[in-house]
């Protein structure tokens, strides 16, 4: 990668400025769709803690559940990469001969807009949660070592599903419907990250696919990690698998992005 | 040219397209072994641009140009050939090159929808990292010349076309670059503003010393603001020096137009007229005529000694027709 990846900052920080002023005049369209991005996870919440009663399932009690469930809302909110959706489009309307004609990377681009949309839509979905909390009653026993590891695992987590995301999204330079597959990524997210379920309660086999795939590591694994559903090794273990993932998916998105420029650039946009 | 900032040479752009026959069937073939047939856009092609040239890039639909400046700005990677702007070769995109170049094409924007211009314009100074004071005065000078201060602070959306295009020459030179390349820049513009529009970037070329390659349909930008046209037809390069002389070589004719006096045409016609003359109109008291360029002085001497004319027009043939005949025949 290039030298001046990191030097053009003050470019990167107005991108992202002016982003969040264009998307502000978006408000309500960020809120419904963040408040579409939390009714599954709100669904399996009421179920389990329903389902949980006075007891536990496999040792998770009511309270559990609901801190689980409001835990994982906010980290599908922080790590959701919706910016992969627009690369396809840049891709194929031509739209990114603008970004490419500019003195500073593109992957600024997809940076800023990230986050200035983590800004817009936690202004709505953080007073949700608490007012949620107050209702819900969570249970969480916080350990100094879960609390720390969770900052870690949540932004592992958000790199990982940023450029996991971006490089399926890539391969519009080739293909021209290429986010299908992103849709397929949020349908094993949905299955495999912790929301139908706690990767904990999943059934033998689909478990260890969970375990061995990239998908717990984009949602689940922090949540994990905070709620002190892992013991030490498991977290280790946990720590080593989502890294190995995230290094991929950053090599994966820079040769996609190199090849891709380079066929874009043969073949015109 | 010791201050040439653009040479190409031997420029060929070569696409792979693929090629597909109709039906279900052939698509699903396709998809298992593309065929690919090879299309040249632009072929062997060389020039020279000196700092400060003001060039018209034109061509039918098609033709290359588009392709042409893309390579120029460094979005497309030549199949061969060189090419060297300001020293760089563009398709590296090295954010030193990218800082001297500028591109505006007439119907893509890089302006945010959702937000006044002004904030626009404030991310891209910082993008080009143009230190404040000098990005004052930039702005406040292209603010002054395109007359649009009242447009720096409502939305884009709420912004008509021709005030659009101001805002994106504003973003376009708000980092003074050395080269600026513009693609189709008065597309679906109204004639006023048009006029505005070239206007201003002949006063810019001339004031700021840019380098400007424009390609345009509308002759009369080209006719206005470039001295030097290159004219690209089926990827060759056909022409590259003045409207003019492109027009004389074209168009080897005169029109002669002549009003006669009280008394009309013969009915028998004009007589004694060569057989290289050939009669556009004749009407009542009015006539044109098509002369081969080298008798029209001759001509017109012995029809005012045999014709009564009040009054007597030599003029060229419009630029549009000539531009027609080249791009319909593809210039031999």
């Given at each position: 990668m290039r030298r001046e990846t990191f030097v053009s900052s003050r470019g990167g920080w107005a991108l992202i400025r002016s982003t969040w002023l264009s998307w502000m005049q978006y408000r309500s369209f960020f809120f419904i769709l963040a408040f579409g991005w939390m009714i599954p996870p709100l669904i399996y919440l009421l179920v389990w803690s329903t389902a949980a009663g006075e007891g536990s399932i496999s040792g998770m009690t009511r309270g559990a559940f609901v801190a689980y469930y409001l835990?994982?809302?906010?980290?599908?909110?922080?790590?959701?990469?919706?910016?992969?959706?627009t690369v396809g489009d840049l891709i194929r309307y031509g739209q990114i001969n603008k970004v490419l004609l500019r003195p500073i990377p593109p992957l600024y681009d997809a940076l800023s807009s990230e986050i200035a949309g983590k800004v817009v839509y936690l202004v709505f979905v953080v007073?949700?949660?608490?007012?949620?909390a107050f209702v819900l009653k969570p249970e969480l026993d916080l350990t100094l070592i879960n609390g720390l590891s969770f900052l870690p695992a949540?932004?592992?987590?958000?790199?990982?599903?940023?450029?996991?995301?971006?490089?399926?999204?890539l391969l519009a330079f080739w293909a021209t419907r290429a986010d299908a597959l992103l849709a397929l990524q949020d349908s094993l997210v949905f299955l495999l990250a912790g929301q139908v379920a706690p990767v904990a309660l999943l059934p033998g086999a689909l478990k260890t696919l969970a375990v061995i795939l990239p998908f717990r590591y984009m949602v689940a694994f922090p949540v994990e990690v905070i709620t002190g559903q892992l013991t030490r090794s498991e977290m280790l273990t946990g720590f080593a698998i989502q890294c190995a993932w995230m290094i991929a998916a950053v090599i994966l998105y820079a040769l996609l992005w190199r090849f891709g420029l380079k066929r874009y650039s043969a073949v015109g946009g | 040219m010791d201050n040439t900032i653009i040479k190409v040479k031997e420029l060929t752009k070569t696409y792979r397209v693929p090629v597909r026959a109709e039906g279900l069937g052939a698509s699903l073939k396709s998809l298992l072994k593309p065929t690919y047939s090879e299309v040249t856009a632009v072929q062997s092609i060389s020039f020279e641009i000196a700092q400060g040239e003001m060039v018209g890039l034109i061509g039918p639909n098609g033709a290359g140009k588009t392709t042409t400046?893309?390579?120029?700005?460094?979005?497309?990677?030549?199949?061969?050939?060189?090419?060297?702007?300001?020293?760089?070769?563009?398709?590296?995109?090295?954010?030193?090159?990218?800082?001297?170049?500028?591109?505006?094409?007439?119907?893509?924007?890089?302006?945010?929808?959702?937000?006044?211009?002004?904030?626009?314009?404030?991310?891209?100074?910082e993008i080009y990292s143009v230190p404040k004071n000098e990005f004052e005065r930039n702005l406040e000078e292209l603010v002054q010349l395109l007359e649009m201060k009242d447009l720096l602070t409502k939305p884009v959306r709420n912004l008509s076309l021709g005030e659009r295009m101001k805002c994106e020459l504003t973003a376009s030179l708000l980092h003074k670059p050395s080269v600026l390349f513009l693609d189709e820049p008065t597309?679906?513009?109204?004639?006023?503003?048009?006029?505005?529009?070239?206007?201003?970037?002949?006063?810019?070329?001339?004031?700021?010393?840019?380098?400007?390659?424009?390609?345009?349909?509308?002759?009369?930008?080209?006719?206005?603001?470039?001295?030097?046209?290159?004219?690209?037809?089926?990827g060759k390069l056909l022409h590259d020096g003045e409207l003019g002389s492109l027009?004389?070589?074209?168009?080897?004719?005169?029109?002669?137009?002549?009003?006669?006096?009280?008394?009309?045409?013969?009915?028998?016609?004009?007589?004694?007229?060569?057989?290289?003359?050939?009669?556009?109109?004749?009407?009542?008291?009015?006539?044109?005529?098509?002369?081969?360029?080298?008798?029209?002085?001759?001509?017109?001497?012995?029809l005012l000694e045999t014709l009564n004319v009040v009054d007597l027009i030599i003029e060229d043939p419009s630029i549009e027709a000539v531009i027609d005949q080249v791009y319909s025949e593809g210039a031999q």
């Amino acid at each position: 990668m290039r030298r001046e990846t990191f030097v053009s900052s003050r470019g990167g920080w107005a991108l992202i400025r002016s982003t969040w002023l264009s998307w502000m005049q978006y408000r309500s369209f960020f809120f419904i769709l963040a408040f579409g991005w939390m009714i599954p996870p709100l669904i399996y919440l009421l179920v389990w803690s329903t389902a949980a009663g006075e007891g536990s399932i496999s040792g998770m009690t009511r309270g559990a559940f609901v801190a689980y469930y409001l835990i994982l809302i906010l980290v599908n909110q922080i790590t959701y990469a919706q910016t992969n959706w627009t690369v396809g489009d840049l891709i194929r309307y031509g739209q990114i001969n603008k970004v490419l004609l500019r003195p500073i990377p593109p992957l600024y681009d997809a940076l800023s807009s990230e986050i200035a949309g983590k800004v817009v839509y936690l202004v709505f979905v953080v007073p949700i949660l608490v007012i949620l909390a107050f209702v819900l009653k969570p249970e969480l026993d916080l350990t100094l070592i879960n609390g720390l590891s969770f900052l870690p695992a949540l932004i592992f987590a958000w790199a990982l599903r940023f450029f996991w995301g971006y490089w399926l999204a890539l391969l519009a330079f080739w293909a021209t419907r290429a986010d299908a597959l992103l849709a397929l990524q949020d349908s094993l997210v949905f299955l495999l990250a912790g929301q139908v379920a706690p990767v904990a309660l999943l059934p033998g086999a689909l478990k260890t696919l969970a375990v061995i795939l990239p998908f717990r590591y984009m949602v689940a694994f922090p949540v994990e990690v905070i709620t002190g559903q892992l013991t030490r090794s498991e977290m280790l273990t946990g720590f080593a698998i989502q890294c190995a993932w995230m290094i991929a998916a950053v090599i994966l998105y820079a040769l996609l992005w190199r090849f891709g420029l380079k066929r874009y650039s043969a073949v015109g946009g | 040219m010791d201050n040439t900032i653009i040479k190409v040479k031997e420029l060929t752009k070569t696409y792979r397209v693929p090629v597909r026959a109709e039906g279900l069937g052939a698509s699903l073939k396709s998809l298992l072994k593309p065929t690919y047939s090879e299309v040249t856009a632009v072929q062997s092609i060389s020039f020279e641009i000196a700092q400060g040239e003001m060039v018209g890039l034109i061509g039918p639909n098609g033709a290359g140009k588009t392709t042409t400046l893309k390579m120029l700005a460094g979005l497309l990677h030549p199949t061969s050939g060189q090419v060297s702007v300001a020293g760089y070769e563009p398709w590296q995109r090295q954010p030193e090159y990218l800082k001297r170049i500028s591109m505006v094409m007439g119907n893509k924007s890089q302006m945010l929808w959702d937000i006044p211009p002004l904030d626009s314009f404030r991310v891209l100074g910082e993008i080009y990292s143009v230190p404040k004071n000098e990005f004052e005065r930039n702005l406040e000078e292209l603010v002054q010349l395109l007359e649009m201060k009242d447009l720096l602070t409502k939305p884009v959306r709420n912004l008509s076309l021709g005030e659009r295009m101001k805002c994106e020459l504003t973003a376009s030179l708000l980092h003074k670059p050395s080269v600026l390349f513009l693609d189709e820049p008065t597309l679906g513009l109204d004639v006023s503003m048009q006029l505005r529009l070239r206007r201003f970037l002949a006063d810019y070329n001339r004031s700021s010393g840019t380098t400007v390659i424009l390609t345009s349909h509308y002759m009369a930008d080209v006719m206005a603001l470039c001295p030097r046209v290159i004219l690209i037809h089926h990827g060759k390069l056909l022409h590259d020096g003045e409207l003019g002389s492109l027009a004389r070589r074209m168009m080897p004719f005169k029109i002669l137009r002549i009003t006669l006096g009280q008394e009309s045409i013969p009915e028998n016609g004009v007589p004694q007229l060569p057989d290289s003359v050939e009669v556009l109109e004749a009407e009542s008291n009015l006539l044109n005529l098509r002369v081969p360029r080298g008798d029209a002085s001759a001509i017109t001497a012995k029809l005012l000694e045999t014709l009564n004319v009040v009054d007597l027009i030599i003029e060229d043939p419009s630029i549009e027709a000539v531009i027609d005949q080249v791009y319909s025949e593809g210039a031999q």
